[in-house]
């Protein structure tokens, strides 16, 4: 494979990425707690709406147009603070919707004292792709063991960061 990297300041969210994350957060209408010692969450995974107030598990439910357009918003606002957060890092596509997704996940704050961000901005692709790894705990939970796989359990969490790190070998 021989692309070239793009500045980040020139990358969206693709449409492919949008989708992996919409699939990825599955779909709920109504408010709900996805696993223990999380927060309430609605449509594709959002936790607050676009003024900034969390999602409370005694909201009403919304429409499945609702529940995109929530996502699209949100999405768009932690796209700015991603993009911001790289200064001068160029990436492929697939790594940055990638690396968008993880931030939607785990939050902005968290990616910002990253190592995967920080591999990034010294130019550490593959260290990069590698600290994904790191990333497999919730709610004091190590969601790559067995144990913690039930049914509220953080399996996904795992899966979804093993997903992620696939990936992202893949664009190397």
Not at 90 to 96: K, M
Request: overall charge positive; some cysteine.
């Amino acid at each position: 494979m021989n692309r070239t990297r793009q500045a980040v300041a020139v990358l969206a969210l693709s449409a492919a990425g949008f989708a992996a994350w919409v699939g990825g957060e599955g779909l709920s209408l109504v408010p709900y707690v996805p696993t223990r010692g999380d927060v309430p969450t609605i449509g594709h995974g959002s936790t607050r709406y676009e003024d900034g107030t969390p999602v409370r598990l005694s909201d009403p439910p919304i429409t499945r147009a609702r529940a995109l357009q929530l996502a699209r918003n949100l999405h768009s606002e932690e796209e700015q603070r991603f993009r911001a957060s790289l200064p001068g890092v160029a990436l492929h596509q697939e790594e940055y919707d990638l690396y968008l997704d993880f931030t939607g996940q785990f939050g902005i704050g968290n990616w910002r004292t990253s190592s995967m961000r920080r591999h990034l901005l010294d130019g550490e692709y593959r260290q990069a792709c590698d600290a994904l790894l790191k990333w497999r705990r919730q709610g004091g939970r190590d969601c790559s063991l067995p144990q913690n796989w039930g049914p509220k359990g953080c399996k996904g969490v795992w899966t979804r960061q093993q997903e992620r790190h696939r990936k992202c070998l893949e664009a190397q």
